[in-house]
DNA sequence: CCAAACTGGTTTCATTTGTAACCATCGAAA
DNA sequence: TTTCGATGGTTACAAATGAAACCAGTTTGG
């Protein structure tokens, strides 16, 4: 007879998401106190940095957002003057979306300060330590996007 | 000079997140689809569960939410019969919670859907990446925790 | 050509969440 | 004892989120 009980200590969704919400919730204070950007804003702000040029949906899936949460950083970046947004050529429904002066000047300033929080948290762990959990959350991964 | 850009797709902080965030959403449909629970009630559910009785201020320990979360979740799962309170005897703001039949039942069948979905996700993965992801877990725990 | 199905993106509405204020009780120190 | 700070827990309010409806505009098939 199995004890049917489930550890909650040891169960791997439970440590996985506990995890990423306390480094989530720790690195989100450096974009929230620097500039009062959300989650949403901030990866829309870093998409395009990185990018350069994107659409909408483009924003959505590389940064895993549903389409409302893209929608609404938009307008709120927008609202900033942080980007602007050109209509494609041909397709009328699309818009271009692309950083402005102020909203590159932005990320170039978090850029250091997103590297540096990583850099630090990872300085805590063994080399061995590193390339296992970039190993195991590759691993995972692959074996998510294949469901 | 140094190209002052994130590369956002080997970023740990949002891989994790967006990791946890799929893993945790796959696994919520259990709950969600057979009980309607949200994951506050569910962590409850599963901390009772496993431990008896608990106070709130103790499961929001061992569940990490926020004591307003624990709270709601309290009050639904009390208006489902699922728990029940018990006035502490020497302090009468504490209160201890323990599951009735119902809540117990529920847990009970729940057990082996987690367990399953859990199994399941790692059969995905060879031994040796299986290590990697617990360890790797571990570590960043560790770090985490001496912060 | 035209209707139907589809796609990019926005909006509405209900639910969930976080913050802070709050109430009651407790414990320690004066 | 009385007072004052901490603690267990709830509530009020604002902000964030998700689902679904929606509005263009586009494509496809007849």
């Given amino acids: 007879m ?20 306390t480094v989530s919730r720790e690195f989100s204070r450096i974009y ?11 990866r829309t702000l870093s998409g395009l940095g990185e990018r350069g040029t994107m659409t909408a ?8 957002m549903h389409k409302t949460k893209v929608s609404r950083a ?4 927008e609202r900033r003057r942080w980007l602007t947004r050109t ?9 271009h979306l692309a950083l402005t002066k102020a909203g590159l000047a932005a990320y170039r300033e978090m ?14 762990l063994s080399e061995d330590e590193r390339a296992a959990i970039v190993k195991g959350v590759v691993a995972l991964e692959v074996a998510l996007s294949a469901l």
Same sequence: chains 1, 2.
């Fill in 2 to 21: 199995e004890p049917e009980v489930l550890e909650l200590e040891s169960f791997l969704p439970y440590r996985l998401y506990r995890l990423a919400d």
């Fill in 57 to 64: 949906t483009e924003l959505g899936d590389q940064s895993a």
């Fill in 111 to 124: 850029v250091p300060l997103a590297k540096a929080f990583e850099r630090e948290l990872l300085a805590r």
């Fill in 32 to 42: 929230k106190e620097r500039h009062g950007l959300t989650r949403p804003e901030w």
């Fill in 74 to 77: 938009v307008a709120e970046l």
């Fill in 87 to 95: 209509p494609d050529e041909n397709d009328r429904r699309v818009e």
